[in-house]
């Protein structure tokens, strides 16, 4: 397998110092970030509208998407786009609600807003869950996954290239959110580019494979020799309804993933929150038009990976451990670059790992120094020592991440499915106190504390469900499908997000009601419809990407 050359190490040495350089400009021209804390966690007031857009879809894009995403595209074709292109619809939602909410509040934490909604007991068990989260689910996936990628195309020692990318990590993250926010635009120049060249070369390896040339002959090829791969909706006796279950992908579960990873995420809502409503939203529509064509970049490498493989291309390559292995594909696709050009392909993927890890690990250190060391520890700590205390936290979580992860089994199960099983298990609970807590009155900390609580147990009820009844008569009503590996009926992972959620929902109406002090609750937000009006060029843009979707499923249903 060809491995990296001088040309290519070029490249990448000068997108390393392009990133690096420029972060320390950054850096030493704004010196507030070494001592201030809300400037070092939040950027306050300093990042554009296109820092804020580049740095949202820097720090979303990472080798989950690059490998996994795309080696789905192998698996299951332009399906999986459904991540990508609902996630734009949702980013308008929570620039529209969430974000004049957050930012009337001055909230610049996750738990710090729990806190000021509920009270400190519901604030400190996510705060908990969160830095396990983002430690245990987020950090490790990104760094194993990346440096396995990294590892398998420039033929460095796996452990060599795990220990680069959190050093680099660690380096830009440690200047603070400002430095992360302007460096990400950078990152994701280079994400882009790279990431486009990759699909030019497999869209110019279909065509030349069937006797033409050009990227839209060999789009053409791919829509013919491989029909099934572009369809966005799958019915039931698709093989892959238990990860994409039919319409649950507009009208279902897709919506919890989505508003809860976008709009409740404290390394996603960090970016925005240390800016004015207008250039927040402004940013939140640039990463919409930007996640557009982020399938181009990670899908449709797959679904042309899977092309040539059915016409006798990558037949050993694509093996991994004795059987075909999907998630090989863009691995397999970059090692077919030219000189030079797998180079730029080379940063783009290490752009998009870096980013990544820089903006987890910035959100663990906010809210370890904020909701947990001020807090409990030193009430009376100065903006100096939180800076310090945050610095520390970013190198323990780091270290801790690489220690772990090979123990995880990662790469058996995918980066990919890895994190959004995991993080699915709870999204449901934490979405329902958020969107109760923004738009009911009523909402109390009691059953605030009863979602975050009954949620995991009511998400492992339903795994497990199966193998304890016959779920076969849901399957008649569209909500089980036969698995083939376990035969037995299952209910599709992202139903299953439905279901706990509208329990949860219905727990905490309860427990609300019954309580009279709900009646003039003082936690209540104060909302009033005003604070939802947009500006007119939002709103013609809001209107281009819903369009554009919209016109995207129809075509492809």
Same mark, same amino acid.
């Given at each position: 397998?060809?491995?990296l ?7 990448f040495?000068?997108?390393f110092?392009?990133v690096a ?13 070494v001592?201030d804390?809300?400037?070092f966690?939040l ?9 804020i857009g580049a ?10 998407q690059?490998i996994?995403?795309s080696?789905? %595209?192998?698996?299951?074709?332009l399906?999986?786009a ?9 980013l308008i939602?929570?620039a529209?609600?969430f974000?004049?909410?957050?930012l009337?509040?001055k909230?610049y ?12 007991t ?6 908990v869950?969160w830095l ?5 689910v987020?950090?490790?996936s990104i760094?194993f ?9 420039s033929?460095?020692d ?15 993250t ?15 120049f280079?994400l882009?580019? %790279?990431g486009?060249?990759t699909?030019y ?6 065509s030349?494979?069937?006797g ?10 791919l829509?013919?020799?491989?029909d099934?791969h572009?369809?966005?909706i799958f019915?039931?006796a ?13 009208i279902?579960g ?7 990873y ?6 996603i809502?960090q ?13 939140i529509?640039f ?8 399938p181009?970049?990670v899908?449709?490498?797959g ?5 040539l ?5 990558f ?22 670059l ?7 392909a080379?940063a ?10 820089a903006g987890k690990?910035n959100?663990?250190s ?11 520890f030193k009430t009376d700590?100065?903006?100096?020592q939180?800076?310090?205390?945050g610095?520390?936290?970013i190198?323990?979580s780091m270290?801790?991440?690489?220690a ?9 199960k %995918?980066g990919f ?6 993080t699915g298990f709870?999204?449901?609970g ?5 969107i ?11 059953a605030?504390?009863v ?5 995991f ?10 193998n ?8 008649n ?17 992202i139903d299953?997000m439905g279901?706990?959620?509208?329990i949860?929902?219905f ?5 609300s ?8 609750n ?7 419809p ?6 007119g ?15 995207l499923?129809l075509?492809?249903?």
């Amino acid at each position: 397998m060809q491995k990296l050359h001088t040309p290519d190490y070029i490249v990448f040495l000068i997108y390393f110092i392009i990133v690096a350089g420029y972060g320390y400009w950054v850096y030493w021209k704004k010196k507030k970030a070494v001592t201030d804390s809300k400037d070092f966690f939040l950027a306050e007031g300093s990042l554009t509208w296109w820092a804020i857009g580049a740095s949202l879809i820097a720090s979303n894009i990472s080798a989950e998407q690059f490998i996994g995403m795309s080696g789905s %595209g192998f698996k299951m074709g332009l399906a999986i786009a459904t991540y990508e292109w609902m996630a734009a619809v949702t980013l308008i939602v929570v620039a529209v609600f969430f974000m004049p909410i957050y930012l009337k509040n001055k909230i610049y934490t996750m738990p710090q807003f729990l806190t000021q909604r509920y009270n400190s007991t519901v604030s400190t068990i996510m705060a908990v869950f969160w830095l396990l989260l983002y430690v245990v689910v987020n950090l490790t996936s990104i760094l194993f996954l990346g440096a396995l990628a990294v590892s398998t195309i420039s033929g460095i020692d796996f452990w060599v290239c795990m220990t680069g990318l959190a050093v680099f990590s660690i380096i830009i993250t440690l200047g603070g959110m400002k430095v992360i926010g302007f460096t990400d635009v950078i990152q994701v120049f280079f994400l882009i580019l %790279g990431g486009l060249a990759t699909t030019y070369l497999a869209l110019n390896l279909v065509s030349e494979k069937f006797g033409s040339t050009g990227v839209f002959e060999g789009f053409s090829f791919l829509m013919n020799k491989a029909d099934d791969h572009f369809h966005m909706i799958f019915n039931q006796a698709n093989e892959n309804y238990l990860d994409l279950p039919g319409l649950s992908v507009l009208i279902g579960g897709m919506w919890i993933v989505n508003l809860n990873y976008w709009g409740c995420n404290q390394y996603i809502t960090q970016r925005a929150l240390g800016a004015d409503l207008p250039t927040a939203r402004n940013g939140i529509l640039f990463a919409a038009f930007l996640k557009l064509l982020m399938p181009v970049i990670v899908v449709l490498p797959g679904i042309a990976a899977y092309v040539l493989y059915q016409e006798g291309m990558f037949q050993n390559e694509m093996i991994s451990e004795g059987s075909l292995n999907p998630d090989r594909a863009y691995p397999v696709l970059l090692n077919l670059l030219p000189v030079g050009l797998k180079g730029l392909a080379f940063a783009a993927l290490t752009a998009a790992i870096v980013a990544s890890l820089a903006g987890k690990a910035n959100s663990i250190s906010t809210i370890f120094t904020l909701d947990i060391y001020k807090k409990f520890f030193k009430t009376d700590a100065t903006e100096k020592q939180m800076v310090y205390v945050g610095r520390v936290a970013i190198f323990v979580s780091m270290v801790l991440a690489m220690a772990i992860s090979p123990l995880l089994g990662i790469d058996k199960k %995918g980066g990919f499915q890895y994190i959004q099983e995991y993080t699915g298990f709870v999204s449901p609970g934490i979405f329902a106190i958020f969107i109760l807590g923004f738009f009911w009155k009523r909402t109390t900390a009691k059953a605030a504390l009863v979602a975050a609580v009954a949620t995991f147990p009511l998400s492992l009820l339903f795994k497990v469900l199966p193998n304890f009844a016959d779920l076969s008569w849901l399957g008649n009503i569209g909500f089980a499908v036969l698995n083939p590996q376990s035969a037995l009926f299952e209910i599709p992972f992202i139903d299953r997000m439905g279901l706990v959620f509208l329990i949860v929902v219905f727990l905490m109406v309860v427990v609300s009601l019954v309580d009279p002090a709900s009646k003039n609750n003082p936690k209540a937000l104060d909302i009033e419809p005003a604070m939802f009006k947009t500006q007119g060029s939002f709103a013609i843009g809001a209107v281009i990407v819903c369009g554009i979707i919209a016109g995207l499923y129809l075509y492809f249903w």
